[in-house]
């Protein structure tokens, strides 16, 4: 990671970019500039891939490392209200609020939980990872021997989220089969299926649904995960016909996701939003000490415009 006020984008293609050429990948994705401000930057050496100046059409690889180096990039508002709810010499747990990227990503640097965090810590490693949008609990080691060693021994467990959803979600679930592609014009999104008779491209996902309060429009559910993939409870949700209000991609039309892009997104979008960001909220899981081997519990209740909305308009 780079020292804090220096700053380096850096981003690897996956499967959803693969075969893309390099200036529109980056105008898809860095929506702050047009695709001939974005050629113009590659053409001078600010963005490399592999290492390497390349030309705007370059053809993406899976795996390709994206470097830039920016130096004028105007960086928008976040939340950075966060709050330590336990610290000791080997970990922190932070309870992050909607709004705030974990990482440097996009137009998003000092604005973002690692660079507030490094003011204080000299070495932060994030354990596991929230979307910006997604509030709650996060676990950040202070060393990365720590951080590796929560990871090999696979220490957290039990990790539970509560999610606001479209419909009356009455009946426990377990959604077992795979995250594949939605077949959608945002290449990233994704669905869940049962089963896969065609093999398509995609992981194995679990997530265990449960009713918490189930509303005639609306209802809180609690998504236990048996495994930790990209978009996993969003997707899922989408999928089975509960998706989460506010979600620009998973929620009741991923139009919004595309006008948000093109900036595009009018108050008439906000407002069938519902809310400014998505319902997703990570609100516990369990810990065994990589030091001292305890196993630790820890819980982040639902933030106030999530528990506002539930208790204006989940009714039974």
């Known amino acids: ?19 893309l050429v390099l200036v529109q990948f980056l105008a898809g994705r ?29 053809i ?38 909607g709004n705030l990227c974990v990482h440097p990503s996009g137009p998003f640097y000092q604005n973002t939980l690692w660079y507030l965090l490094r003011q204080k810590y000299q070495n932060i490693h994030f354990v596991n990872r929230l979307d910006r949008e997604t509030s709650g609990l996060l676990l950040a080691a202070k060393s990365a021997g720590i951080a590796g060693k929560i990871a090999e021994n696979q220490s957290i467990s039990c990790k539970k989220y509560l999610a606001i959803v479209h419909g009356c979600f009455a009946e426990r679930s377990e959604a ?3 995250l594949v592609s939605a077949n ?4 990233k999104k994704r669905k869940f299926i049962r089963k896969n008779p065609d093999s398509l491209p995609g992981e194995t996902s ?3 649904l449960e ?19 990209t978009h996993q409870i969003r997707a899922t949700l989408y999928s089975l016909g509960y998706p989460l209000v506010g979600d620009k991609l998973y929620g009741v039309d991923e139009r919004f996701f595309l006008k948000q892009k093109s900036e595009d997104f009018t108050p008439e979008d906000r407002a069938k939003l519902l809310l400014k960001r998505q319902a997703l909220h990570s609100a516990s899981f369990d810990l065994v000490h990589p030091v001292s081997g305890e196993t630790l519990h820890f819980d982040s209740d639902l933030p106030g415009e999530l528990r506002q909305f539930v208790k204006k308009n989940i009714t039974h």
């Open 211 to 229: 009713p918490v309060i189930s509303g005639k429009e609306f209802s809180l559910v609690q998504a236990t995960l048996g495994t930790g993939r």
């Open 184 to 187: 959608s014009l945002i290449r």
């Open 176 to 178: 077992a089969g795979f």
């Open 1 to 19: 990671m780079p020292a804090p006020g220096q700053r380096i984008i850096r981003t690897s293609v996956d499967w959803s970019s693969t075969d």
């Open 206 to 208: 679990l997530t265990t």
């Open 60 to 97: 993406l690889q899976m795996h390709d490392s994206i470097e830039y180096r920016p130096q004028d990039i105007p960086e928008p508002p976040a939340r950075t209200d966060y709050r330590i709810i336990h610290e000791d010499d080997a970990l922190l747990v932070i309870d992050k609020p």
């Open 30 to 58: 860095f929506t702050y500039r047009s695709a001939e401000e974005w050629s113009s930057r590659i053409n001078s050496g600010e963005i490399t891939v592999n290492g390497k100046t390349v030309a705007p059409e370059y």
